[in-house]
């Protein structure tokens, strides 16, 4: 299986290919729309899957959807993020950090309004659109957070941040379901672990570090 990082801003975006299948790993905001479709109108992507309902990296989604024609999908129970709250701006001091990280700017993140395809849950596949990966269910960032397991490799959005250090992210909806989530990232075992923010780890550089 191919993987490609496709850095926006602060954010990581993958690109997961097997043969002549893509799937699309989280979208960023909109100043990086045409950069993530010049990728993507090149692969025969057919999904994107978000980890998270944050802005900084559901933005393109509903974007992309439409440009490439294919589906969108979340985990379940942050459908109500990206779906019923038109036009939502996150403002003040956490508004700001998110637009900072995120790289779209300081003032506003603004979050799109769409409806996903489908809902992911624990132990779905992305067989059906040519990729040998499961979902995995790692709520506490948000409560349907949600984490992809190609093989070895393990995508986890914003489950955990890798700033300066692997850490549980500033942000978190339910920072007990957070730090279990933690924990079951570091049983997976998995070989490398990728973030939507920061540069990805070896499995093994999580074993003694306190969440």
């Given at each position: 299986?191919r993987?490609?990082i496709?850095?926006?801003g602060?954010v990581?975006?993958?690109?997961?290919s097997?043969g002549?299948?893509?799937?699309?790993?989280d979208?960023a905001?909109?100043?990086y729309?045409?950069?993530?479709?010049?990728?993507?109108?090149?692969e025969?992507?057919?999904?994107?899957?978000?980890?998270?309902g944050?802005?900084?990296h559901?933005?393109?989604?509903?974007?992309?959807?439409?440009?490439?024609n294919i589906?969108s999908?979340?985990?379940?129970?942050d459908?109500?993020?990206?779906?019923?709250?038109p036009?939502e701006i996150?403002?003040?001091?956490?508004?700001?950090?998110?637009?900072?990280?995120?790289?779209?700017g300081?003032?506003?993140?603004?979050?799109?309004?769409f409806?996903?395809?489908?809902?992911?849950?624990?132990?779905?596949?992305?067989?059906?659109f040519?990729?040998?990966?499961?979902?995995?269910?790692?709520?506490?960032?948000t409560?349907g957070?949600i984490?992809?397991?190609?093989?070895?490799?393990?995508?986890?959005?914003?489950?955990?941040?890798?700033?300066?250090?692997?850490a549980?992210?500033?942000?978190?909806?339910?920072?007990?379901?957070?730090?279990?989530?933690?924990?079951?990232?570091?049983?997976?075992?998995?070989?490398?672990?990728?973030?939507?923010?920061?540069k990805?780890?070896?499995?093994?550089?999580?074993?003694?570090?306190?969440?």
């Amino acid at each position: 299986m191919r993987l490609k990082i496709i850095k926006c801003g602060g954010v990581n975006c993958y690109l997961l290919s097997d043969g002549g299948s893509s799937v699309l790993i989280d979208t960023a905001t909109f100043k990086y729309r045409e950069k993530l479709y010049e990728v993507c109108k090149r692969e025969n992507v057919r999904l994107v899957v978000l980890t998270h309902g944050h802005p900084d990296h559901t933005g393109n989604a509903a974007f992309l959807a439409k440009e490439l024609n294919i589906p969108s999908a979340i985990g379940e129970g942050d459908e109500e993020l990206v779906f019923g709250r038109p036009g939502e701006i996150k403002r003040g001091l956490m508004g700001k950090l998110s637009g900072l990280i995120s790289g779209a700017g300081a003032e506003t993140v603004i979050q799109p309004v769409f409806l996903p395809a489908y809902i992911l849950s624990e132990g779905d596949s992305l067989k059906d659109f040519g990729i040998n990966a499961d979902i995995i269910a790692l709520p506490g960032h948000t409560k349907g957070s949600i984490g992809i397991k190609a093989g070895s490799r393990l995508f986890i959005g914003d489950a955990l941040v890798n700033i300066f250090k692997p850490a549980l992210s500033g942000i978190c909806e339910n920072r007990a379901d957070a730090q279990k989530s933690a924990e079951r990232i570091r049983s997976l075992g998995c070989d490398k672990i990728y973030f939507g923010h920061g540069k990805p780890v070896e499995g093994w550089e999580l074993e003694n570090i306190k969440f």
